[in-house]
C-alpha cells in the first residue's frame, strides 16, 4: 500500500516535473515576436565582395527537374566565385512538413521553396519568417517577366490575411496548365477534330461514346484529381475574374452561384452518360495515366506535368490542347498555375546574394536550361519547341494563355480546408450522391465559415 | 591489513531505534533506493514519451498554425470535435474498423488454430507459414497489392466475379461509398489473423492433452471439445490478441493513407488520419493535438475493458 502511494507520488512528481520543463520553454506554442510588418535588414542589391555560402532547400529532386536545378547552380557559383550554393534536397512532402521549423530556426536556410496558398507561404508571412522581395523585384525587373496571376500567386499583405495582394514572396521557375491531352490515333478513327468550342467538345465525347470508347480516362482515387474535372467545367461558366476573387478572398464572393451550380450539373450529366472510366472513384490517378497511354480512353484532363510521361510512352500519338471556350475565337481559359516559388527567409544575412540567385534560376538563360530538361519554364516568352510533339502543343498554348492572361488559380488554395472539402465533395457529386445545388452549398459553407473567422 | 571504517556514536535513545530499524528492516529497504536505478531508463522514457505526451495535451488547449503565437482557448477543441460532424465521423468508422481488425482475425485465428492443432498432417509448419505471412509483408506493399486487387476494371477481385458469372457483384471497391470502409476493414482481416492465429496455437500447445483425453471420453466431439476446453483455456491468449488488433485498429493510419486518403468523399477518414491531415495540410495543430488525445483516452478504455473482462472470469 504505501509504496503504491510513493509511486503515486513519484508520478505526480515527475508529471509536474515535465510541466515546468514545458512551462520554462514557454507554455504558448509559436512565436509572439509576430515580424508581420518586419522590415527587411538590408534592401541593397549589391552583392557582397567577402565570401558567402547560401543554403537552398528546394524539391526539385525528379530527374529533369534535377538535371536544371544542378546545372543552373554550377552556373551561379561560376559566374560569382565568392558564392558557394549549399544544396538541400527534400522531397515535396519532406519540405512541406520540415520548412515551418526550419525557417522559424536561429539560422534559417537563405533560399527556400514555400509552396503558395494559405497554409504554407500564408502562415509564413503571418509568422513574419520570409522576406519581402519587392525592392529585389523593382531591382531586375521581375514584374515583367510573368503575368500578372502567376506573381499574384505569391503575394500576400505584410500580415499574412490578404492572399493575391501585397507583397511580392517569390518566384516561380516552372508553370503548369491543366488542359486536354487526347490520343491522335484515337480522334482520326472517330472522325473527329480538335473540337473549337466547348459543345463540340461535348459532341466528341458522345461520339466517342456511342464508338464503344471511355471518352474521358479518369482516376479518382488520389482525391484530388477531381479539382481538375470540375474547375475545367467550372471554367465554362464563371468568370475568371470571379474565380481570382473567390480565391483570393476578395471582395464578398459566394460558391452558391448559379454558374457554379450548373458546372455541378454538367460534370454530373457527363458521368450519367458515362463518359468517364468506369468505378473512377476508385481507380488511381497513375492507373489511369497508364491506361491512356495504352490506347485506353480518348481524352484524359490533367496537368503539363505528365507531358514527359505521355510523350516518352505514346510519342507523336499524343496531343494537347485547352478545353475550348463556349464561343469559337473567344480566348480560351484555362486551371493553371506554377512550381513552388523560391523565397528568401527574414533570417538570411545573405538577402542580395540569394535574391541575385534566384533571379539567375528565373532568368532568359535559366528558360532555356529548363526547356532542355524537359520543363516548362514560367516566364512570358518561353524558347520555342518543335511543333507536332505534345510539349509543342503545351509551349504555345502556355504562350496564348500569358498573352491574354487567362491562367486562373486552383480552388483549394482558397481556405486552408478547402481542398479536403472540394476534393471529398466533388467525389460525392461524381457519385451521385449530391445534387447540384447541395453541392454547392456545402462548399461554400466551408468558405463562409472561413472568411468570417478572418 | 584491516581497515576498521569509522563508526559513527549512536548516542541517544533516537538514533538506537533508528539504527535497530534498520537492523530488522528486510533486504533492499529503503525501498525508495530502488527508484534511482530506475531513474535513466524513466529520463529517457520522460523525455521521449512523457513529455511530448504532455506536450500534446498541452497543445490541444490551444488554436495553434505550428508557426505564429498560439491562442488559449481552453476546451474548444474538445468542443469543435463533438459538434464536427466529419470528425465525429472519422471515429465512428474506427470502432468499425474494430469490427475487421479484430473481431473477425480473432474468429479466423481461432478457426484456424484448432484445426491445425487437431491435424497431424504433413508440411503443417509450411502451412503454418504462409498463413502467417501476411503479418510480415510491410503495409506499403499489402496496400499496394489490395489496391490492384480492388481495382475496378483490371482488378483481379472483379474479374473473379465476372469469370463466375457475377457481373452484378462487380463494382469500384474502393470509390463505392457503401463498400469503400468495409473494403479496407478487410486488407486488415488479412493483415492481422496471422498473428491471432500465432498467438491461440501456442496457447493450444498449453492445453494438457488430458482434458481432450478427458472430453472425448465423455463423448464430445469436434464441436463440443473446441467450445468445453479449447476457447475456455485460450482466454489469455485472447486477451492479448484483441488488445493488440484492436489497438492497431484504432491507431489505423498507413493502410488508410495509402489506398483512398479517407475518401471516396470521407467514408474511410479515421481518426488517427484526421490528426496527420489537421496538423500539416491544414495546419491546425491544437485540433490534431486533441483529435490525438481523445485517440489515445479511448484506447485506453477500451483495452483496459477488454482485459479487465479476461482477468475478472477467471
Avoid at chain 1, 18 to 33: F, I, M, R
Avoid at chain 1, 334 to 356: H, K, M, N, R, V
Avoid at chain 2, 208 to 234: K, W
Wanted: contains cysteine; hydrophobic residues 45%; aromatic residues 10%.
Amino acid at each position: 500500500m504505501s509504496s503504491g502511494r510513493l509511486s503515486m507520488r513519484s508520478l505526480s512528481a515527475l508529471l509536474a516535473l515535465s510541466l515546468t520543463v514545458v512551462a520554462c520553454g514557454s507554455v504558448t506554442p509559436g512565436s509572439s515576436d509576430n515580424g508581420g510588418a518586419q522590415q527587411p535588414q538590408s534592401s541593397s542589391t549589391e552583392l557582397p565582395k567577402e565570401d558567402v555560402t547560401l543554403t537552398v532547400w528546394d524539391q526539385e529532386v525528379r530527374g529533369g527537374q534535377n538535371a536544371q536545378i544542378e546545372q543552373l547552380n554550377k552556373e551561379f557559383m561560376d559566374e560569382y566565385p565568392n558564392v558557394t550554393i549549399k544544396r538541400v534536397a527534400k522531397s515535396f512532402t519532406d519540405i512541406n512538413k520540415t520548412l515551418k521549423l526550419a525557417a522559424s530556426d536561429d539560422n534559417p536556410p537563405d533560399v527556400v521553396q514555400a509552396n503558395q496558398g494559405r497554409v504554407v507561404m500564408g502562415q509564413l508571412v503571418t509568422g513574419g519568417l520570409l522576406r519581402p522581395l519587392d525592392d529585389y523585384a523593382e531591382t531586375y525587373g521581375w514584374a515583367e517577366r510573368y503575368s500578372p496571376t502567376l506573381l499574384e500567386l505569391n503575394s500576400f499583405s505584410a500580415d499574412g490575411d490578404q492572399f493575391g495582394t501585397g507583397n511580392l514572396y517569390g518566384l516561380p521557375q516552372v508553370g503548369e496548365i491543366v488542359g486536354v491531352y487526347y490520343n491522335k490515333d484515337k480522334l482520326a478513327e472517330l472522325d473527329l477534330t480538335i473540337p473549337k468550342t466547348f459543345d463540340e467538345f461535348v459532341d466528341a465525347l458522345e461520339t466517342a461514346k456511342q464508338a464503344g470508347e471511355i471518352p474521358i480516362q479518369f482516376g479518382n482515387l488520389d482525391k484530388w484529381p477531381g479539382i481538375h474535372e470540375f474547375q475545367a467545367v467550372q471554367n465554362e461558366f464563371a468568370p475568371k475574374d470571379y474565380l481570382r476573387q473567390f480565391v483570393f478572398g476578395l471582395g464578398d464572393v459566394s460558391f452558391a452561384t448559379d454558374q457554379n451550380a450548373e458546372a455541378a450539373s454538367v460534370l454530373q450529366q457527363w458521368v450519367d452518360s458515362g463518359y468517364f472510366t468506369p468505378g473512377f472513384n476508385g481507380v488511381k490517378y497513375d492507373d489511369a495515366s497508364a491506361a491512356f497511354t495504352k490506347d485506353e480512353g480518348v481524352f484524359l484532363i490533367t496537368g503539363t506535368w505528365q507531358a514527359p510521361l505521355f510523350g516518352e510512352e505514346m510519342g507523336k500519338n499524343v496531343g494537347f490542347f485547352l478545353m475550348p471556350p463556349a464561343q469559337s475565337g473567344d480566348d480560351p481559359v484555362a486551371l493553371g498555375g506554377e512550381g513552388l516559388p523560391f523565397a528568401i527567409t527574414t533570417g538570411s544575412d545573405q538577402p542580395a546574394a540569394a535574391a541575385a540567385y534566384i533571379d539567375f534560376i528565373t532568368n532568359e538563360h535559366a528558360a532555356e536550361v529548363i526547356t532542355q530538361t524537359g520543363g516548362l519554364p514560367a516566364p512570358k516568352g518561353a524558347p520555342s519547341v518543335p511543333s507536332g510533339t505534345v510539349l509543342g502543343d503545351i509551349f504555345s498554348a502556355w504562350e496564348q494563355l500569358n498573352a491574354t492572361d487567362s491562367i486562373v488559380p486552383y480552388i483549394d488554395y482558397a481556405t486552408p480546408t478547402f481542398y479536403d472539402t472540394i476534393t471529398a465533395s466533388v467525389q460525392e457529386l461524381m457519385a451521385g450522391r449530391v445534387s447540384p445545388a447541395s453541392f454547392v452549398d456545402t462548399v461554400n459553407q466551408d468558405y463562409a465559415d472561413f472568411m468570417e473567422s478572418r | 591489513m584491516k581497515v576498521s571504517l569509522p563508526v559513527p556514536a549512536r548516542s541517544g535513545w533516537l538514533a538506537g531505534r533508528r539504527a535497530q530499524a534498520r537492523d530488522k528492516a528486510p533486504p533492499g529497504e529503503p525501498r525508495t533506493i530502488g527508484y534511482l536505478y530506475l531513474l535513466p531508463a524513466l529520463l529517457i522514457y520522460g523525455a521521449f514519451v512523457l513529455l511530448p505526451l504532455g506536450h500534446s495535451v498541452l497543445l490541444s488547449f490551444y488554436e495553434w498554425d505550428g508557426i505564429t503565437e498560439g491562442t488559449w482557448i481552453g476546451l474548444g477543441n474538445y468542443q469543435e470535435l463533438i459538434t464536427d460532424a466529419q470528425t465525429r465521423a472519422a471515429f465512428l468508422h474506427a470502432l468499425v474498423l474494430i469490427l475487421f481488425y479484430s473481431v473477425l482475425p480473432v474468429a479466423i485465428g481461432l478457426l484456424l488454430a484448432a484445426l491445425i492443432s487437431r491435424t497431424d498432417l504433413r508440411g503443417l509448419t509450411w502451412f503454418r507459414t504462409i498463413l502467417f505471412l501476411p503479418q510480415v509483408v510491410p503495409l506499403v506493399v499489402v496496400a499496394v497489392i489490395w489496391s490492384y486487387i480492388y481495382a475496378p476494371g483490371a482488378g483481379p477481385l472483379n474479374e473473379g466475379l465476372r469469370a463466375a458469372g457475377l457481373d452484378g457483384l462487380t463494382r469500384s471497391w474502393l470509390g463505392d461509398f457503401s463498400w469503400a470502409l468495409p473494403s479496407v476493414g478487410l486488407i486488415g482481416t488479412w493483415v492481422q489473423y496471422g498473428l491471432c492465429m500465432v498467438l491461440f496455437i501456442a496457447g493450444v500447445q498449453k492445453i494438457p492433452t488430458s482434458l481432450y483425453d478427458a472430453a472425448r471420453v465423455d463423448g464430445a466431439g469436434p464441436g463440443h471439445e473446441f467450445l468445453a476446453v479449447t476457447l475456455p483455456n485460450l482466454r489469455n491468449e485472447i486477451a492479448v490478441a484483441l488488445t493488440l488488433t484492436i489497438i492497431a485498429s484504432l491507431r489505423n493510419f498507413d493502410l488508410v493513407y495509402l489506398t483512398t486518403k479517407g475518401g471516396p468523399g470521407n467514408a474511410t477518414s479515421v481518426p488517427a488520419f484526421e490528426v496527420y491531415n489537421q496538423a500539416f495540410e491544414v495546419g491546425q495543430v491544437g485540433f490534431a493535438s486533441a483529435i490525438g488525445v481523445v485517440l489515445a483516452l479511448i484506447i485506453f478504455a477500451i483495452t483496459g475493458v477488454v482485459n479487465r473482462i479476461a482477468e475478472g472470469k477467471q
